[in-house]
């Protein structure tokens, strides 16, 4: 685990050697998706038996978010393989995959560790909060795609553009098994909204 550690940091920092940090094997990817799955299930189904099934409409919601977060999980794993077995270098795809799932935390750690920071600072400050939160949020997608991009490329010892061509691809499958998602829950989710705001309108009412 340290080793693996100290792999997702120096990758983070843009350092090449961090790579050799990670284990090329079928058991290392299942560990790297392990956490992944664990957290997809605490999420989006263990409030499913708090709620003990009382909305079903909900209970579809969390179980699709569940079903989606696998699909693009594994629709990862999957294009990885592709594009390493279809530029023939096969021999490291593994590797690969192992680094970029574990590398996906990287982000999420820096920006929950800047927002901890921010609203230590800022608590008072409510705009100056919000502002900051949204610089971050642009920040964390522009640096999960670099460095996405960046594993991949010493990963699979690929040039930039095909490296780009993976990211592309990863991108573009995770939007379209979102949209999925959207397209079959979309009626529920837009009733869900509006009683939100009938709830927001009244509260304010109520003050």
């Known amino acids: 685990m340290k080793s693996t550690i100290r792999g997702m940091f120096m ?25 992944w799955i664990a957290l997809a299930l605490a999420v989006n189904l263990l409030p499913i038996l708090m709620m003990r099934f009382k909305d079903m409409h909900a209970v579809s ?24 077995s279809l530029w023939n270098n096969e021999a490291n795809w593994k590797q690969t995959t192992v680094a970029i ?4 935390w990287v982000p999420i750690l820096d920006f929950f560790l800047f927002c901890i920071i921010a609203g230590l600072f800022f608590a008072g ?19 999960s ?13 690929t040039t930039t553009s095909r490296s780009v061509v ?31 705001q009938q709830q927001i309108e009244q509260a304010k009412l109520a003050q």
């Open 11 to 35: 990758l983070g920092r843009g350092k090449r050697e961090g790579i050799h940090e990670f284990s090329n094997s079928s058991d290392s990817v299942l560990s790297a998706l392990a956490p």
């Open 61 to 84: 919601i969390s179980i699709s978010m569940f079903l989606v977060k696998i699909c693009c999980l594994l629709v990862t794993v999957g294009i990885i393989h592709f594009f390493a």
């Open 101 to 104: 799932l574990w590398c996906f």
């Open 125 to 143: 400050l409510p705009n100056v909060f919000m502002a900051l939160f949204g610089f971050a949020s642009v920040l964390y997608m522009a640096y």
């Open 145 to 157: 795609i670099w460095l996405s991009w960046f594993v991949i490329k010493v990963g699979l010892q």
């Open 166 to 196: 993976i990211i592309v691809s990863l991108i573009l499958a995770s939007m379209v098994i979102y949209s999925i998602f959207v397209a079959c829950n979309y009626s529920y989710m837009v009733q869900a909204a509006h009683e939100l």
